[in-house]
């Protein structure tokens, strides 16, 4: 493989969401969790494109909040990452990304940017649609990928594929990106067709994002990019001057970029994803025992069906109980019905306040 298609993997680590609280915290957010196995999502991401024959080393943006424990995992692992970028304080996805693509060795390489926390199990098949963009990317589109649709989800954003793309077997032209909808713009969507679940993965040049960035959001690239001319460099580890950082609007890719620029490309990929955004999502991806029960650490159910235990130190005895979500961590225990795990960040901030 050449050196202009072997990809820059952008690992995207800062986030420090409540979602999956009592487990998730400010301080060890569900990205460093091991939530379904001995590996944390951040662990799988890395292993997910790790140096070799299609891929240059990692590039990660990380919080500066999280130095030590991305270096523990990063360690059991084995994983030496070519470049880490400690934002300073949260900017959003636009900023983390520009920062990465103002570190690439060259402007005309791939950056495959993914979050650290979702889970992907079918790793061949998204393997096979990133080598399948390529070509689009480097022809100069901003490439993003569309998961298939397996029921009318109202916690994702969409994207409508427009026309195929010239030269190319799997991507389409991006028509628009559908804010997260409610349920019955969910059903017209499933039911009109052509509509894919938006994962936040993207493929693209250097160059193509930062042109992209120049155009629609000039102040953010002037303050990244200061930032950047004004970083310390101290045992492998970039440092972005926290205030120019600061000053760069906080905003998403999709706002910032995606749904603004002419060149946007959907490839549509079936690999086994999910955010796993909520404690729903996560008894929807997991393997059930013959009451459809989930269970992580020390649990016995009696007459109890399509329950989620996941105890960390205490164990749980549950009889006669369905369709709950029961999460141990320490000393908090959270109990919910599934389906409502909407109410968690809620729950988390009402803990926080009395204590």
């Known amino acids: 493989m050449s050196q202009n298609t072997l990809i820059t993997p952008v690992i995207l680590s800062g986030g420090s969401g409540t979602r999956l609280w009592p487990l998730s915290t400010p301080e060890k957010p569900k990205q460093f969790l091991n939530l379904m196995g001995p590996l944390s999502m951040f662990q799988l991401t890395l292993q997910r494109c790790a140096e070799g024959q299609s891929y240059r080393r990692t590039l990660i943006v990380g919080s500066s909040q999280h130095t030590g424990i991305m270096q523990e995992q990063m360690a059991e692992v084995g994983a030496t990452p070519g470049t880490i970028i400690l934002e300073p304080c949260a900017r959003n996805t636009a900023p983390a990304i520009a920062l990465a693509a103002l570190a690439a060795e060259n402007p005309a390489d791939l950056l495959l940017v993914m979050p650290s926390d979702h889970m992907i199990k079918n790793i061949s098949a998204f393997q096979k649609a990133v080598q399948e963009s390529i070509p689009v990317a480097q022809s100069g589109w901003l490439v993003t990928f569309g998961i298939e649709p397996t029921g009318p989800a109202t916690g994702y ?190 729950m988390a901030q009402k803990m926080d306040s009395k204590g």
């Open 157 to 346: 954003g969409y994207i409508q594929q427009g026309d195929a793309i010239v030269g190319s077997t799997k991507s389409l032209s991006a028509r628009r990106f559908v804010e997260k909808p409610n349920l019955g713009n969910a059903e017209k969507m499933l039911a009109e067709g052509g509509y894919h679940w938006n994962a936040g993965i993207f493929l693209f040049r250097a160059d193509t994002f930062l042109t992209a960035m120049e155009k629609y959001s000039p102040e953010m690239l002037a303050a990244c990019q200061s930032a950047m001319d004004r970083a310390k460099i101290e045992e492998g580890y970039c440092y972005p001057d926290p205030d120019e950082f600061a000053s760069a609007p906080s905003d998403s890719i999709d706002y910032a970029i995606m749904e603004r620029a002419e060149k946007v490309a959907v490839t549509p990929v079936n690999p086994g994803w999910s955010d796993v955004g909520s404690w729903d999502s996560l008894f929807d991806i997991c393997d059930k025992n013959k009451q459809s029960n989930v269970i992580f650490g020390k649990a016995v159910t009696l007459d109890s069906a399509n329950n989620l235990i996941h105890s960390h130190g205490l164990e749980i005895a549950a009889y006669g109980v369905q369709d709950l979500i029961i999460v141990t961590h320490e000393n908090r225990v959270m109990i919910l019905p599934r389906g409502q795990s909407e109410h968690v960040k809620k």
